[in-house]
């Protein structure tokens, strides 16, 4: 919450919150990714533009749906697409974690096993809804932000993707999606 508080003072200034989505949490279970309780978190953000409300006792618990396994992030990947997907603005924000959001993206192609993202810190990108049948609310990025951070190459297909997905976990911690 706090790279958001500092990366978007102007927007503060002018009421916009910040949303803490807890679904949007990282992907492991050491204390560095685990968030503190709910009252600790409350006192902590106490008149600061942050609205706490969708956070609830447990969400830090890392069992159930918050559990450090692929079934639950791919599940919680899923509803915090069709959360935003559902919001009335046009265009969000999210800030969140490198390893969570290739189960978000459902985009693999640059996932590395040492920093267990392909993401860097602060980095950008944006995406799209796609249009498909079903509820997983699928993103894809588009073509200007992938132009920007990769020039001309080609992304890989879906297939492609499941089989990066799933050689990266057998080289980590075993955390892969069973579908991109």
């Not at 978000?104 to 995406?127: I, V």
């Not at 809804?129 to 049948?133: I, L, N, Q, Y």
């Not at 951070?149 to 990066?164: D, I």
């Not at 990266?168 to 955390?175: D, L, M, R, T, V």
């Given at each position: 919450m706090y790279t958001a508080l500092l990366g978007f003072p102007d927007e503060l200034k002018r009421g916009l919150?910040?949303?803490?989505?807890?679904?949007?949490?990282?992907?492991?279970?050491?204390?560095?990714?685990?968030?503190?309780?709910?009252?600790?978190?409350?006192?902590?953000?106490?008149?600061?533009?942050?609205?706490?409300?969708?956070?609830h006792e447990g969400w830090n618990s890392k069992t159930?749906?918050?559990a450090p396994d692929s079934q639950a992030i791919v599940a919680r990947a899923k509803e915090v697409r069709q959360w935003l997907k559902a919001r009335p603005e046009k265009e969000v924000v999210l800030v969140t974690h490198g390893g969570f959001v290739h189960f978000?993206?459902?985009?693999?192609?640059?996932?590395?096993?040492?920093?267990?993202?392909?993401?860097?810190?602060?980095?950008?990108?944006?995406?799209e809804?796609?249009?498909?049948?079903g509820d997983n609310a699928s993103i894809v990025e588009t073509k200007e932000s992938?132009?920007?951070?990769?020039?001309?190459?080609?992304?890989?297909?879906?297939?492609?993707?499941?089989?990066?997905?799933?050689?990266?976990?057998?080289?980590?911690?075993?955390?892969?999606?069973?579908?991109?």
């Open positions: 919150r910040i949303i803490s989505l807890p679904e949007a949490q990282e992907t492991a279970d050491v204390p560095c990714d685990t968030g503190i309780d709910l009252d600790a978190l409350n006192k902590e953000f106490d008149g600061v533009p942050v609205d706490l409300s969708l956070v159930g749906k918050w978000l993206t459902e985009d693999w192609d640059d996932y590395n096993k040492l920093a267990g993202t392909g993401w860097l810190n602060t980095e950008f990108r944006s995406y809804f796609v249009s498909e049948a992938r132009k920007a951070r990769v020039g001309k190459e080609v992304p890989l297909t879906e297939t492609e993707q499941l089989a990066v997905a799933r050689t990266k976990s057998s080289e980590s911690n075993g955390i892969v999606p069973s579908k991109v």
